[in-house]
């Protein structure tokens, strides 16, 4: 089988060639190509060492030297060269006690996770298969290669990399894999959070976000966010509901449209109703405060998983504010867009539809209305240029400094009842009215005291 290669590509390898060394494309680019899907990037395996790499090629960067892994750099981009390997025992659970570079592509293959990653590719000598990963793409199987057990005590990050690969392929885990993945669930502690987090944003990602799921069936979930293990089988008992608390976030992400901070916000958007459950006199089950109990417990639980403080506040602001109902209305709009400013509103009712789609259908399609009438709106907001957020008014805290205020909370809190009166009636950001009006709060507040 041919398959098409960038000139780059073939380049590195026929130089390599050239200088007796055998040279293919190896792992994940083999896979995409076999499924017509473009690779993100070529790693090449051949049977030169390090040193004979960096003397074949001028450009190089020692990016992984001790596992045996030279970065190429051709025309500006940056190719992995990693010499055939047999890795030792691994005493971490993540990291190979040694490395040995062998010469034979097919010991290379042996130690690499799953079937589908373990093939190698030449133009001139077609597709290296040893262990049945061509066969496993066709039956859509995501399967170890060798014992699924060794694979997962060697580096227990590959027990979430099958379920992401399941998500993002839209595989099925073989029964073996799924069986080991169980057993060595809690070995998952082992992996820093950086590593967890990068595969939880793919799986996120994915065409199957709810695929986070498999985390709880397998029982990883409990280890990295015991905080969304414990919604699994939290009852939902009253009208808007027909799912657990579960059950409704994995149909929520499901739902919701494919960007990171909506998908997390949507995984995290109930993940505080287990601390606020209260039952009344007639049974019916209520979660009063859960959105702020849901933004505690995000903060805390994305800092854990090393996200970045940017991405971490816009999900706060999502979940918090998840649960709020936008009348469709100019102010009521507005001020929900000062809160969370405009690209955020936005995601803000991409949040609230994924939501109200995992409830009761039945209440659906009210709900849905008033979304979209509330986004109409926000659109002419835009449109029009209203004023919402105190930096749109005509007037700023020095302008009230000239008039006699002095710096401090008094300016602040002035600034944000003139935006207040702004947003119900977008004609009196005037700066004559403003500063006129913030003279009389402040004759108002001298006589008061």
Known sequence: MKMSLPDNVINILSRLVSGGFSAYVAGGAVRDMLMNHTPHDYDIATSATPQEVKRIFPRTADTGIQHGTVTVIDNKTGYEITTFRHDGRYQDGRHPQNVSFVTNPREDCARRDFTINAMMYHPDEGILDFFGGRRDIEHKIIRCVGEPEKR????????????????????????????????????????????????????????????????????????????????????????????????????????????LVIRWAALMHDIGKPRCASRDADGIIHFYGHHRE???????????????????????????????RIEPSQPSVKRM??????????????????????????????KKARIDSAYHIYREILAERQPYLISHLAVNGRDLIRIGYRPGREI??????????????????????????????????????
Not at 298 to 321: F, G, S, Y
Not at 348 to 366: I, R, S, V, W
Not at 428 to 444: S, V
């Open 412 to 449: 602040g809190d002035t600034l944000k009842k003139l935006i207040d009166e702004v947003i119900i009636n977008p004609v009196l950001n005037n700066r004559d009215y403003l500063l006129k009006t913030a003279k009389e709060y402040r004759q108002k507040n001298k006589k008061l005291f």
């Open 294 to 324: 849901s933004g505690t417990i995000a903060i805390d639980l994305l800092h854990r998983l090393r996200m970045d403080n940017n991405t971490i506040h816009d999900i706060t602001i999502l979940v918090e504010n998840h649960d709020v």
């Open 152 to 259: 997962f005590r060697e580096d227990a990050l590959r027990m979430l990399r099958a379920i992401r690969f399941s998500a993002v392929l839209s595989f099925k885990i073989e029964d073996k894999t799924w069986r080991a993945i169980k057993k060595c669930a809690v070995l998952i502690k082992k992996v820093s959070s950086e590593r967890i987090l990068e595969e939880m944003n793919k799986i996120l990602l994915s065409d199957n976000p709810d695929f986070v799921r498999k985390l709880h069936e397998c029982g990883m979930l409990q280890y990295i966010m015991p905080e969304l293990e414990r919604c699994f089988g939290e009852p939902q008992k009253n009208k808007y509901h027909v799912y657990d608390v579960g059950e409704h976030i994995m149909q929520a992400i499901k739902f919701s449209q494919r960007d």
């Open 337 to 366: 867009m000062s809160r969370t400013g405009a690209a955020l509103f936005e995601k803000l009712l991409a949040l609230q539809t994924a939501d109200n789609m995992a409830k009761n259908p039945e209440h659906f399609p009210e």
